[in-house]
């Protein structure tokens, strides 16, 4: 996004820079042709043969073949740098001009696209993976430059960031190096949803160190905050001359029960309320001159294959109200996608880094590329790519593997 709106801005810098010496030798060219045609017309002697032309005729064609022979030796050293040296490197003349080419490609006509990914865990095994190999870009190695193939990036981090020893394997308070975030940094996160069940785990502490160290790195934190209006307001993106608003909540009904909620003056994150996201939605669309609105539920029971009546209801209601999508996490494992309206409700993408290996299922997990259409109120459309979780590491998945995923979703 941000990245292709620089891009653009050099490619008008060197296109003009290069515009200025094509037709700088342009104009030395026809300068020369022009002076050519008039040395014939006014000089009918340099029609006649040498043997019969005047001494000052041919003294001027001596002149003008002189002149001739310098420019076009100009033009043969200036062309000269433009061919790649004996090392085989291209002049710098050369790569701006094939700059120009591949930056000239880049439309910001072409729609907006969000790949959205589920659970992240960067605790626990993943987190002893990372120190291990003192490498925390360890989990996103195998899928990061997909990821990033899109404009915006977003996810679940379902992990408090803040300093500390590795937890256990079995435990299910989560906590994260602060070095993690090199891992989300590498693999392109725009956005990230912490409403869920476990970034308050350490309570208002983990909440505050996760927020910082998001901010420090560049990137937006949905669905907490430091008060009840940070929480609930949407972290909007602009691509593309789109404004894209994204809300994140949690059902309080999760286990262990829920401690976190926002509140006037106290920090936390934000629950699922049916009349509440109606009434956000709306207001991002109205008053926030939001384009699309996603809006990002953690909710459903685990490991169960279909979403409960809540999950539907509430996402029902956030597209009703005008929302484009609607994404959920929380259950570990892939639950249906729903055409609805307008727009599309991925109920459970399912697990996405993550160190759970006891069943094939919750080893699955969904990534989704949407395409935002070009005018608002236009059907949304959707790719699906089934990814599987190898030692914490996601990969895309292909041939009967992937076939088989979809073909559990009906599709």
Partial sequence: MRKKTVHKKIAHKITKKTSRKIVSL????????????????????????????????????????????????????????????????????????????????????????????????????????MRQLNDYTYPFQKIADFLKSADITFGNLETPLLPGRNVPKDSMTFRGDLKGVQGLIFAGYDVLSIANNHTMNYQI?????????????????????????????????????????????????????????????????????????????????ENLGADFVVVSMHAGKEYKWEPTKFQKDFAHAAIDAGASAVIGTHPHVIEPVEYYGNGIIFYSLGNFVFDQFFSEDVQNGLITKITFPEESGEKITAELFPVRIEKGQPRLMEGAEKVAILKKLGL
Wanted: no cysteine; hydrophobic share 40%.
């Fill in 26 to 129: 342009r104009t030395k060219r026809n300068g020369v042709r022009l002076k050519t045609k008039e040395f014939a017309s006014a000089n009918p002697a340099a029609n006649v043969p040498i043997a019969h032309a005047s001494f000052s005729s041919i003294r001027q064609i001596i002149v003008w073949t002189v002149i001739v022979a310098a420019i076009f030796g100009i033009l043969s050293v200036i062309s000269s740098y433009s061919q790649p040296s004996d090392n085989k490197e291209l002049s710098s003349f050369q790569k701006k001009l094939e700059q120009v080419a591949t930056l000239s490609l880049l439309n910001d006509d072409d729609p907006v696209t969000l790949i959205a990914t589920g659970d992240i865990l960067l605790a626990r095994y993943v987190e002893l993976r």
């Fill in 205 to 285: 502490p983990g909440l505050t160190s996760t927020l910082q160290t998001l901010k420090e790195a560049g990137i937006l934190a949905s669905g907490g905050g430091k008060d009840q209006d940070t929480a609930y307001t949407p972290v909007i993106i602009e691509a593309k001359g789109k404004k894209i608003a994204f809300y994140s909540y949690i059902d309080s009904s999760i286990p262990p029960g829920f401690h976190g909620e926002a509140k006037d003056g106290k920090p936390g994150i934000a629950r699922m309320d049916i009349e509440a996201v109606k009434n956000d939605v709306k207001n991002a669309l």
